[in-house]
């Protein structure tokens, strides 16, 4: 295991598409989504055990999930729980993570780090040496060996490369809920690693069933992977207000000023994407392409999709069920709990923590609008 | 109040057509319907302390129930609890409370007991001073003063006539889910008490509605007066194979031998129901029409029909609710949750105990197989 290897774990959403299942208090990622007695966090961290020293993986939240994860991931030590003081998008996200390992390495340094030929620390040859990989911590794989060799696979193109490299889902059905990586067949660079032509964004059906069709066209997992210095260069050249304000605490990063000087700074960055604010400019992006059994479990509609059914089509997790004249449902009740259905088909039924919501799986758009409606009228006891 | 009224509850159904409501321990009458505190048995029992007193209540049941009722009521004395050993309906469980009634008042005898002329009690007048109602325990009365001045006028008139008295609910829909009584408008015979005619069972739509228009019909409710009397007599003659098994332990009642007699002659007893054993044979059948706000709340139907509802026709007990594009369901989960339905109509969603049933109200008749099917397949864990 290369102890120059890090992990990026993204945890800080909320996931109310997924509500009342995923709650203000407990969101999506820190959920045992499928009855396992793993979080998806948990299997996320897990997932990337054997390939990142586990002082190596970082997970950036907001505060108040700090204590949750230290005791869903408990030989995680505090300061791997990086906790943004706002919500700012993936890029200050990403940029947190970036300053606080270049800090680390400062850290280590003067132990194994390279020497210049006039006896500074070579970081421009260290900081290339670090490869990192960021994900998020709520999406599902399900070949975990696989995922690994696309990451090991991934790590040895970074760590020769100035690259920013992606992950791309071989997709198997015209989703519209992805966005898609179009990558540029006519210039294979390594192994079967391509360079990425566009990025798009979430398609209709039938640009999406033109997109599959076309064999040109991959998910974006929002997994990425690059070495330290590619990354730190892309910020510097394409984000220079989230450069200026986190790059200064690089000095402090693993000491006690850390939290005072994110309190201060993080939420100046502004809030932006990494896929807006650097993939979708920067010219050395790449996409490998990968088949690993994911899922971004963005909605109940891909985690029907995903589950296994019974033959009338019916997903039930967690619970028990039984159907009659129901179809094509997902039902979810606490652990130990029995539906009974009749006449329903194409329903969500999920049930936690006191709320029971059943609605048709064409209408889960407007979860959102509901989990607002019950915050308003409950002032928050069921959010 | 007279010390000589007595009142009998049937609480030893299991009203499994409330399931997942209502459990094999914990049928119906158990159960906190409508989230107010007090089970549909406590609310009968509170409906008669005013006008009967509260040593001459006695509840007959199933053993099991024994514990529980005398933890609902807790001013019960354990032998006003009758346990039957097994299910034989409703002509023998009446039977036995009829023997234990007149075992109570051999007990109270030569205290103010009139003699006849040559010192011997007076039975034959003792019992007909005994005016005793008969009531099931899951009923739901909403106007409980005019239930009880119906049940006074009722008295007048059993405590001088030997007759069987029913009390018939003035119909107001053509409901196809309860039996009908025929009054003999010809024969008006005390203050608005008719002599009934005929006895129907559960009528189809159209005789329904032929039945509600004609006004002489009335909903067989299932509450019955008369005087220990009459009801003996007519035991005597309709029900000589009751009588024989329970009679001899008339002397029994109310010593610690009680129970072992039941015990072994109860079971042999007929299984046969109060209506086809006696009143639909017997010539002095009356039945005094009346109207409080009764249901049997034998069915969800039912349910709904005699609860508030919102705009939309939804109907929430318990619990809290979200409606959207969704009308005329009956939503009950346990006290404190919050249901939010979408797209759904006419349809019963009820959770209690791990179990939660979504059912078209259309299909309640269902609901006794769906209990089997748990029972086969679950072994029992969730009836």
Redesign the interface.
């Known amino acids: 295991m290369n102890e120059k290897n890090y992990c990026v774990i993204m945890a800080g959403g909320i996931g109310s598409r997924f509500w009342?299942f995923s709650r203000n208090n407990r969101p999506k990622q820190f959920l045992d989504f499928f009855g396992i007695g793993r979080s998806l966090l948990q299997m996320t961290v897990d997932r990337f055990r054997p390939i990142i020293p586990i002082e190596n993986i970082l997970i950036v939240t907001n505060v108040a999930y700090k204590q949750m994860i230290l005791e869903q991931i408990p030989d995680l030590r505090p300061e791997q729980v990086l906790c943004e003081p706002a919500r700012r998008n993936t890029a200050p996200c990403i940029g947190y993570a970036i300053a606080h390992i270049k800090g680390d390495m400062r850290k280590k340094a003067g132990q194994n780090v390279p020497l210049t030929a006039d006896g500074a620390v070579d970081w421009d040859n260290e900081l290339m040496n670090a490869n990192i990989v960021v994900a998020p911590s709520d999406h599902l794989i399900l070949q975990e060996d696989k995922f690994r060799a696309a990451i090991l696979k991934g790590f040895e193109f970074t760590k020769k490369n100035d690259c920013l490299m992606t992950l791309g889902m071989q997709p198997t059905r015209p989703e519209t809920g992805y966005g898609y990586i179009q990558k540029d067949a006519s210039e294979v660079t390594y192994n079967g690693i391509y360079k990425v032509k566009t990025f798009t964004e979430k398609p209709d059906r039938e640009l999406a069933e033109v997109f599959v069709k076309s064999g040109e066209f991959l998910w974006n997992s929002g997994i990425f992977l690059w070495n330290l210095r590619a990354i730190r260069t892309a910020y510097i050249q394409y984000l220079p207000e989230v450069v200026e304000k986190l790059k200064p605490g690089e000095m402090l990063m693993g000491t006690d000023k850390e939290e005072a000087f994110m309190q201060e700074n993080f939420p100046l960055c502004p809030n932006i994407s990494i896929d807006y604010g650097v993939m979708e400019k920067a010219p050395n992006v790449y996409v490998q392409p990968a088949s690993f059994g994911w899922s971004d479990l963005g909605t109940w509609g891909s985690l029907y999709e995903l589950s296994d059914k019974d033959p009338q089509g019916n997903v039930t997790l967690k619970s028990?069920a039984?159907y009659?004249d129901s179809e094509n449902n997902v039902v979810t009740?606490?652990a130990?709990?029995?539906?009974?259905?009749?006449?329903?088909n194409d329903y969500i039924?999920a049930?936690a923590d006191?709320?029971?919501?059943?609605?048709?799986k064409s209408?889960e758009q407007?979860i959102r609008q509901?989990v607002t409606?019950?915050e308003v009228?409950?002032k928050g006891?069921?959010n």
């Open positions: 009342p028990e039984m009659y009740l606490p130990g709990h029995l539906a009974v259905l009749k006449g329903l039924v049930e006191g709320v029971l919501l059943i609605c048709p209408d407007h509901m409606d019950a009228r409950f006891k069921f």
